[in-house]
């Protein structure tokens, strides 16, 4: 790789014809390890490669069609990057909220899969409030609102709805900043 400000580089896509396309993307996250590939945070993929030319990091995977042009060469964006000489200790928990309850549910009704909108979904309480079910990461759901009519006050079994995903507590936030779906190329390291 080549030494070269992040900032200045293009990105270049794929479109379907092979032909290379310039478009933006800023939001394009990178998922980043700790030594023990443990997940920490996400970083832009500037910050990213300023990282990498600093040697900090390794590249662990990529976005298989996301690159980065410089005058001579191209290369791909990382997609997960791993800090050489840093382990992380977890101090704390992740903080419950509709928005963490959302992400930890991949952005998907709990109860019939439909991809739910950031800024229109509701949270169900498995347990009925109404019988001792309490506002716990063990009994919050992300689910739409159709859903959550049916199943009114009663249990997902009375209202004939099957959970998707035992709702536990995540240990890491790692979401909050991914507009859209967590990239596939990080699924193999959010064992939370
Ligand atoms: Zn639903």
Redesign the pocket.
């Known amino acids: 790789m080549e030494e070269q400000e992040p900032s200045k580089l293009k990105v270049a896509g794929s479109s379907p014809a092979g032909s290379v396309t310039l478009f933006t993307i800023d939001m394009e996250p990178v998922l980043v390890l700790d030594a023990a590939y443990r997940p920490i945070k996400q970083v832009s993929w500037q910050k990213a490669m300023i990282m990498y030319f600093q040697e900090k990091i390794e590249i662990i995977k990529e976005y298989e069609d996301k690159w980065i042009n410089s005058p001579n060469k191209k290369f791909k964006i990382p997609a997960v990057v791993r800090l050489i000489n840093f382990i992380f200790k977890f101090p704390f928990g992740v903080k419950l909220t509709r928005t963490n309850i959302l992400i930890r549910d991949n952005l998907e ?6 991809k739910l909108n950031r800024k229109r979904f509701t949270v169900d309480h498995v347990v009925p409030r109404s019988k001792g079910g309490k506002s716990s990461w063990e009994n919050l759901v992300a ?6 009519t049916h199943k009114g006050d009663k249990s997902p079994k009375e209202a004939g709805l099957i959970l998707k995903n035992v709702p536990i507590q995540p240990k890491v936030n790692l979401f909050r900043y991914v507009h859209g779906e967590t990239p596939k190329q990080w699924l193999d390291f959010l064992n939370y």
Do not use: G, I, V
């Open positions: 009704c709990q109860y019939c899969s439909k689910c739409c609102a159709k859903c959550n």
